[in-house]
């Protein structure tokens, strides 16, 4: 706040100038005493003397502004009574905007305050104005923009996201790769040519959507996903094919013995499960006896659990939907007739016989397919054979290698694989085998694979030979019946917009709180916020690094956004006087420069008054859960802190003074955890300002040179000139004490202070 040089003096005359704004660009101006200020006459009719309080709360991180009231007698005005001219009348005040100036002697006016005229009284004499504070994000809910068709919402995103690999027929991934939690969810809008789409918050690529499996918790990329958007329908859209597949690969998780006998000897038996399938585990095999031995194991899996039995393709009469190809089709024909293939799409899998078939593409009734699909053979098929299919199937994946050195005639090397119910492939070998790999159908559900490494010795000359076992696994293949009603999808969220910063990425957690405030409350004030946005810098070089991400698909209160942004964020941001082209945040840093501190005397205050913060405010053990789930909205990470010294100090019992904190946009450890700095991380900060009890000073500014003092400003005491001389009996005295003001009361003539102990 720019007050003059009249502040300085000893003896001021103070008016306040209130200027109260219609519907018709006209204006009412009322004083405490009549006056001419830029070419406008000010009555001098206000009764009362309105206090303006303002507050932040370094707890919470929030700011507020009281309302205030003024009353004034119905006098003259314009040749009619003023309450004509204020209600009832062709001008409108009710719900306009108010602002207040101060004015000392002579001085240009400094602006105090802003608010809103939301009531008008009277009593036939006087009248009553009653004002609230006023901000641009007051009434405003986020998202805001919705979809012309059918007036979906458009999300809204910001921050860093990360999209797993792309998880193809060709190359199927394991869902342990698949580790990137950082997804948001888009919902269906409708099928737009042939694809179903689904707003997201920009245009742009890496737009692929995914799939969440809450079996595995993974996100999967669809087949043949899209990375572009479509700008249609008044968003910008992800998009599908309305029949897309997602498919993922599952190893097991551990073994268990069944038999292993002697002349078997086994190495490295945990390639057989470790996701990679370059890497083998080796069944070794030396005897020169007639016996069979073995290696046999469980293989601890849990595979995918929905049904993927082949069911009988039916009408909606349930009638058989058959072949309809006269003569049939051979093994190497890859198109046919049937009844009706309504209920088909592409990438449908169908089983006739036992030959597994998939669907590529559709035209009337004939099919195009992809044929001995899965490891199953292509064969002749006759007209009116049945037909199944299923959209979800598991295949066993069986990666191996042969290597003979000494076998007789009648010696063999078999590989058993199946579950505790059946046995699903018999591989017998006598020589050597090249790297191959078998796909087998494979039942849903299944808890333990068994695989059996099999020697069969003649007597006749030594048996010896290796098994190469690369990779047991198996792969799901989901397919959609209809669109899902939620993906998702890890395109990054939006990029600055305000001045000087236009298509800069948006990471960290004040950049989201100000770009959301620069395109929802038109906050652009400046070419450079860092020099021209009162602690932007400062907040910027302990923010910096603090990852983030925040996505809506719902309606909310923009208010409640920004501070809970304030809140994880550890900063305040307020409007200095209202105004809104005065923009302020506000955090308590590690250290002071002594330019940034004013010191007082005890001549410059009186009514001082000392006290402390309460215990029951005192949080000694933190529990602070972060990284919100994406898909389940449960948090993903935890972090606890608790100083058990402090705990004894006060006198806390176990369940006391603990606190839990649910943060729904910071996602980075570091940004959590304890650190060494009290801007190091979220813990620190308010570990800082909690953790143990702090000063509090509340007094008033008796000397005027000191109006410009505010909420946020940093202010000491002079250790040689202040009363009382030492608080509470504190070893330095007032030396190494600092203090951040929380509370202002502003009458005219007056400002009352409360300042909390920061250092």
């Not at 249609?232 to 190893?251: G, M, W, Y």
């Not at 694979?449 to 696994?473: C, E, H, Q, W």
């Amino acid at each position: 706040m720019a007050f003059g040089s009249s502040i300085k003096l000893s003896n001021i005359k103070e008016n306040w100038l209130f200027k109260l704004a219609n519907n018709n660009s006209g204006f009412l101006f009322l004083s405490f005493a009549d006056v001419i200020e830029s070419s406008n006459y000010y009555s001098g009719v206000i009764l009362n003397r309105p206090t303006i309080s303002e507050t932040i709360s370094l707890s919470n991180s929030t700011a507020s502004t009281s309302g205030i009231s003024i009353n004034i007698p119905d006098f003259e005005y314009k040749g009619d009574p003023v309450s004509k001219e204020l209600f009832g009348g062709t001008n409108e005040y009710i719900n306009r905007e108010c602002t207040i100036h101060c004015k000392i002697n002579e001085d240009t006016p400094v602006k105090i305050g802003s608010f809103r005229v939301i009531s008008i009284n009277t009593n036939g004499n006087t009248i009553n104005i009653k004002m609230n504070s006023h901000r641009p994000w007051d009434l405003i809910t986020l998202p805001n923009v919705k979809t012309t068709d059918r007036k979906m919402l458009v999300p809204i995103a910001y921050g860093d996201y990360t999209k797993n690999s792309a998880s193809t027929v060709a190359s199927p991934q394991y869902v342990s790769s698949l580790t990137s939690y950082a997804y948001r969810p888009v919902e269906y809008n409708k099928l737009s040519d042939g694809f179903s789409i689904y707003p997201t918050s920009k245009s742009g690529s890496d737009s692929e959507l995914a799939v969440y499996n809450e079996q595995f918790d993974v996100f999967i990329p669809t087949t043949s996903a899209q990375g572009s958007t479509v700008s249609t329908d008044n968003a910008n859209h992800a998009k599908i094919e309305s029949t897309a597949q997602h498919i993922f690969k599952v190893s097991p998780n551990s073994t268990t013995n069944i038999t292993v006998d002697g002349g078997v000897t086994v190495s490295n038996l945990t390639n057989v499960y470790d996701g990679d399938d370059t890497t083998f585990a080796s069944f070794q095999a030396s005897f020169n006896t007639s016996q069979i031995i073995q290696a046999s194991y469980y293989l601890n899996i849990d595979t995918p659990e929905e049904d993927q039995n082949f069911k009988k393709l039916q009408d909606s009469d349930g009638d058989p939907i058959l072949v309809n190809d006269s003569g049939g089709f051979n093994s190497s024909e890859t198109s046919f007739v049937i009844d009706d293939a309504s209920d088909l799409f592409i990438g449908s899998v169908l089983k006739l016989k036992e030959e597994i078939m998939i669907v590529t593409n559709i035209s009337s009734n004939t099919l195009t397919v992809t044929r001995g699909a899965f490891n199953t053979t292509a064969i002749s098929h006759d007209d009116n054979d049945e037909i199944f299919t299923t959209t979800n199937f598991n295949i066993l994946n069986l990666k191996y290698q042969l290597e003979v050195i000494a076998a007789g005639g009648g010696s063999k090397f078999g590989i058993v694989v199946g579950n505790e119910n059946a046995n699903f492939q018999d591989l017998t070998f006598q020589a050597n085998v090249t790297l191959n790999t078998v796909k087998i159908p494979f039942p849903s559900g299944t808890k333990r694979i068994v695989l059996a490494l099999i020697f069969i010795g003649d007597g006749s000359v030594p048996l010896s030979g290796t098994f190469k076992v690369y990779d047991v696994s198996v792969t799901a293949s989901r397919a959609f019946k209809t669109p899902p009603k939620e993906l998702y999808v890890a395109s990054d969220g939006d990029t600055h917009s305000i001045t000087g910063l236009v298509g800069n990425a948006i990471t960290s957690i004040n950049n989201i709180h100000l770009a959301l405030l620069n395109k929802f409350s038109g906050l652009d004030v400046a070419t450079n916020p860092a020099t021209n946005i009162d602690g932007f810098s400062a907040l910027e070089t302990d923010r910096s690094d603090w990852g983030a991400r925040l996505y809506f698909t719902k309606e909310q209160s923009f208010k409640k956004i920004l501070e809970k942004l304030q809140f994880e964020g550890c900063f305040i941001y307020r409007l200095k006087q209202g105004d809104s082209t005065q923009p302020q945040y506000i955090h308590v840093k590690d250290s002071y420069s002594s330019g940034e501190i004013t010191t007082l005397t005890k001549n410059d205050i009186s009514n001082v008054s000392l006290s402390h913060t309460s215990v029951s405010d005192l949080i000694t053990k933190f529990i602070v859960n972060y990284e919100k789930h994406p898909a389940t909205d449960e948090y993903r990470s935890q972090e606890t802190f608790e100083v058990t010294s402090d705990r004894d100090k006060y006198n806390i019992e176990p369940l006391e003074n603990i606190k839990t904190f649910n943060l729904d946009y910071l996602v980075e450890q570091n940004d959590v955890q304890e650190q060494t700095n009290p801007n190091d991380s979220f813990i620190n900060y308010y570990h800082n300002i909690l953790g143990t009890p702090k000063l509090i000073i509340s007094f008033t500014i008796v000397s005027p040179k000191y109006y410009d003092l505010e909420v946020g400003s940093v202010i000491n005491f002079d250790n040689t000139d202040m009363h009382p001389s030492i608080p509470f009996g504190i070893s330095n005295g007032w030396s190494d004490l600092e203090f951040m003001i929380t509370k202002t009361g502003r009458t005219i003539g007056k400002i009352s202070v409360t300042a909390r102990q920061i250092s």
